[in-house]
């Protein structure tokens, strides 16, 4: 392996990439991969290190999508982007004030971290949003609870997040303490690339600052009524970690909204999708519908009515449908 293949492969370079580069391209042109995206520029960084490039491809417009943190570009002698390569996974919204458009978020991820703090901001229903998106992408996902110092029970904390799903990985840090953050070494070695989603104010900053071993990124107190956080991070930037991956850091997004979820949505909520297919009828509401399986397991306290109704909301969400009013149910053939 030659010194630019190393310094790629750092970069998170593999053989996945690589199988799309011709010959020809392979001799007069470089792969970079994005860094950050800023307003009428791109970070890229390659095998001579970092720079600020146009983002536009040939054939673009600037209203079209470009390239987003995380991709994979071909560059020219003249350091513009000839050609966006085909992604790993990415990661989207709905675009706000358009919802008919979707908003990049990160592209290329091998692991996210879904990050949630041990106090009022807790939020089993922003996790399962977070967690619908990873596995829409196929994206590892780790849940890690933050600021488990300030917390008397953060074993409820543990207990509230491992019940979302079965094998779920869930881990506690204190995101000051570099000691408490080591044991989320296996997703951080050198090549690999974890993204950050989490709310504002449940320590995201902190924890990019102790696992990249630096204080660049700003952080802010919380708001003592409510524990909740101001943003800090107002771009999306990959920021390298001391145990040689790349981590990159996302806006807080409070309000995730889920499109084209629908494989992501079967897998977080699979023990209702299971119940579902027991109804008698097959378009059943699960609302007053006799012989309904789903009604049948919360009575019997297999399912709760609160992640049902969690389900329902993001199920709608996803389709971009309001609630669904009752109708008389069709028999299943």
């Known amino acids: 392996m030659t010194s630019t293949d190393d310094k790629l492969s750092e970069l998170g370079w593999r053989p996945y990439f690589s199988a799309q580069v011709s010959d020809a391209e392979a001799q007069a042109l470089r792969p970079a991969r994005v860094m950050a995206v800023h307003r009428g520029k791109i970070a890229i960084r390659d095998a001579e290190g970092p720079r600020l490039i146009s983002p536009y491809l040939p054939g673009t417009q600037p209203s079209d999508d470009h ?155 919380v708001r003592a009524a409510d524990d909740t956080g101001r943003h800090t991070t107002t771009v999306r930037e990959m920021h390298r970690l001391a145990l040689g991956g790349w981590l990159l850091d996302t806006p807080g997004m409070r309000e995730l909204q889920l499109s084209e979820a629908a494989a992501g949505l079967s897998e977080v909520f699979d023990d209702f999708i299971l119940a579902a297919e027991e109804c008698r009828f097959s378009d059943c509401a699960h609302g007053r519908e006799p012989g309904c399986a789903v009604r049948a397991a919360i009575d019997g306290g297999t399912l709760t009515e609160e992640r049902f109704d969690r389900w329902r909301k993001l199920s709608h969400e996803d389709r971009g449908e309001p609630a669904r009013p009752a109708r008389s149910p069709r028999p299943r053939r």
């Open 67 to 221: 390239p987003t943190v995380g991709d994979w570009l071909l560059t020219d002698d003249s350091e513009q982007p000839t050609r966006l390569l085909d992604r790993l996974n990415l990661f989207t919204r709905r675009a706000p004030g358009d919802p008919r458009r979707r908003q990049m978020i990160a592209a290329n991820i091998d692991t996210v971290f879904l990050v949630a703090s041990c106090n009022q901001d807790f939020s089993v229903a922003r996790l399962e949003r977070y967690l619908v998106l990873a596995r829409e992408v196929g994206v590892t996902p780790v849940v890690i609870l933050t600021k488990t110092d300030l917390s008397d029970t953060p074993r409820q904390f543990v207990d509230a997040a491992r019940a979302i799903e079965p094998g779920l990985h869930v881990e506690t840090v204190d995101g000051r303490d570099h000691a408490s953050v080591a044991h989320l070494a296996a997703w951080c070695g050198t090549g690999q690339t974890v993204a950050l989603l989490g709310s504002s104010g449940v320590g995201k900053s902190t924890l990019v600052n102790t696992l990249t071993a630096s204080d660049s990124i700003a952080t802010q107190p």
